[in-house]
């Protein structure tokens, strides 16, 4: 069943989200991805939507074996109005459209009665994520991403994630649109182990900065696309204070490697990890700084999510609150 992403935030002390899904592309399949939309390309392809619809599936079902629900994104972070004109693929609204009904469709082919299921459609920065220069000044992301927002929106999302966000101004710009539409949203970053983005701002400060200029206000805030130990080695202070950051920052979708970003861009080796030895750090960062929305990026696969839902559904703090 999907449901709202604002009527579980309360119910449900941990959420799980999908591990990685375009990386598993390019490392399991032979599929030849558009050089423009990446994934998004796919859902145009029996081979591709058939790919995407296992690993899409793997992850909805282990949520529903643990009843944790999950948040599942479709293949649209990359399909904004300048690369969708690139792959001359149709325009920005019917790809976003599509790639939404090409999710809705995996999940409603998936057993998930006893797990709430959250379609999401995925937003990025216009230029390189690891490359906070490329990022667009406020004014700009506002004008080029509105209509990327607008389509997600009208295709029935149940909430919006502009995720691998590497710099401040990009970031405020894409939160005033998500906050003009009637759609719950959520801003992912990139940090570094000084618990910076890839700007060099804070993230404590870029929390401030988002919440006291847009209105409403993102549902909550996420890092993405980093190991584990990079929060508690850049956040943990700060992480066990009451502030914006503890109040806040409620989610990672982590890597397996403890790279930095810099040292993973461009990369042709994957650097991955174990999955119970990466599930341990993972439900470490719930139980000693609450975050609640827990799910893997780079290097991760079915494997590394099962093991943090085995950890979340047995352990006491991840019962369903209520019942």
């Given at each position: 069943?999907?449901?709202?992403?604002?009527?579980?935030?309360?119910?449900?002390?941990?959420?799980?989200?999908?591990?990685?899904?375009?990386?598993?592309?390019?490392?399991?399949?032979?599929?030849?991805?558009?050089?423009?939309?990446?994934?998004?390309?796919?859902?145009?392809?029996?081979?591709?939507?058939?790919?995407m619809?296992?690993?899409?599936?793997?992850?909805?079902?282990?949520?529903?074996?643990?009843?944790?629900?999950i948040?599942?994104?479709?293949?649209?972070?990359?399909?904004?109005?300048?690369?969708?004109?690139?792959?001359t693929?149709?325009?920005?609204?019917m790809?976003?459209?599509?790639?939404?009904?090409?999710?809705?469709?995996?999940?409603?082919?998936?057993?998930?009665?006893?797990?709430p299921?959250?379609?999401?459609?995925?937003?990025?920065?216009?230029?390189?994520?690891?490359?906070?220069?490329?990022?667009?000044?406020?004014?700009?992301?506002?004008?080029?991403?509105?209509?990327?927002?607008?389509?997600?929106?009208?295709?029935?999302?149940?909430?919006?994630?502009?995720?691998?966000?590497?710099?401040?101004?990009?970031?405020?710009?894409?939160?005033?649109?998500?906050?003009?539409?009637?759609?719950?949203?959520?801003?992912?970053?990139i940090?570094q182990?000084?618990?910076?983005i890839?700007?060099?701002?804070?993230?404590t400060?870029?929390?401030?900065?988002?919440?006291?200029?847009?209105?409403?206000r993102?549902?909550?805030?996420?890092?993405?696309?980093?190991?584990?130990?990079?929060?508690?080695?850049?956040?943990?202070?700060?992480?066990?204070?009451?502030?914006?950051?503890?109040?806040?920052?409620?989610?990672i979708?982590?890597?397996?490697?403890?790279?930095?970003?810099?040292?993973?861009?461009?990369?042709?080796?994957l650097?991955?990890?174990?999955?119970?030895?990466?599930?341990?750090?993972?439900?470490?960062?719930?139980?000693?700084?609450?975050?609640?929305?827990?799910?893997?990026?780079?290097?991760?696969?079915?494997?590394?999510?099962?093991?943090?839902?085995?950890?979340?559904?047995?352990?006491?703090?991840?019962?369903?609150?209520?019942?």
């Amino acid at each position: 069943m999907t449901v709202s992403l604002l009527s579980q935030l309360d119910r449900y002390p941990v959420i799980l989200t999908e591990g990685a899904v375009l990386e598993r592309i390019r490392r399991e399949t032979s599929l030849q991805m558009d050089p423009h939309l990446l994934n998004t390309g796919l859902i145009y392809s029996s081979a591709g939507r058939a790919a995407m619809a296992q690993i899409y599936s793997q992850y909805i079902r282990i949520a529903a074996d643990h009843r944790l629900p999950i948040l599942v994104a479709a293949p649209t972070w990359r399909a904004n109005p300048e690369r969708v004109k690139q792959a001359t693929l149709g325009d920005v609204g019917m790809v976003n459209h599509d790639a939404v009904r090409f999710l809705r469709d995996v999940c409603h082919g998936c057993d998930s009665r006893t797990s709430p299921v959250m379609v999401g459609g995925l937003m990025a920065c216009r230029g390189d994520a690891y490359k906070p220069q490329e990022a667009l000044d406020t004014p700009s992301a506002e004008a080029f991403h509105r209509p990327q927002a607008r389509s997600l929106a009208t295709a029935g999302v149940d909430y919006i994630m502009a995720a691998t966000l590497p710099a401040l101004p990009e970031a405020i710009g894409l939160a005033r649109v998500l906050a003009s539409l009637p759609v719950p949203y959520i801003i992912s970053f990139i940090i570094q182990r000084n618990g910076s983005i890839l700007d060099g701002t804070p993230l404590t400060v870029v929390i401030e900065q988002i919440d006291r200029q847009v209105y409403p206000r993102p549902a909550f805030y996420m890092v993405n696309c980093v190991h584990p130990d990079t929060v508690v080695t850049g956040l943990g202070a700060e992480l066990t204070k009451k502030g914006p950051l503890r109040n806040r920052l409620w989610g990672i979708q982590a890597n397996t490697s403890a790279k930095n970003p810099d040292e993973l861009d461009g990369s042709d080796a994957l650097d991955t990890a174990e999955p119970e030895p990466f599930a341990d750090k993972v439900a470490k960062l719930h139980t000693q700084f609450g975050l609640k929305v827990l799910g893997g990026c780079c290097g991760t696969d079915h494997r590394h999510i099962e093991s943090i839902a085995k950890r979340m559904s047995t352990s006491p703090a991840a019962s369903i609150q209520g019942n």
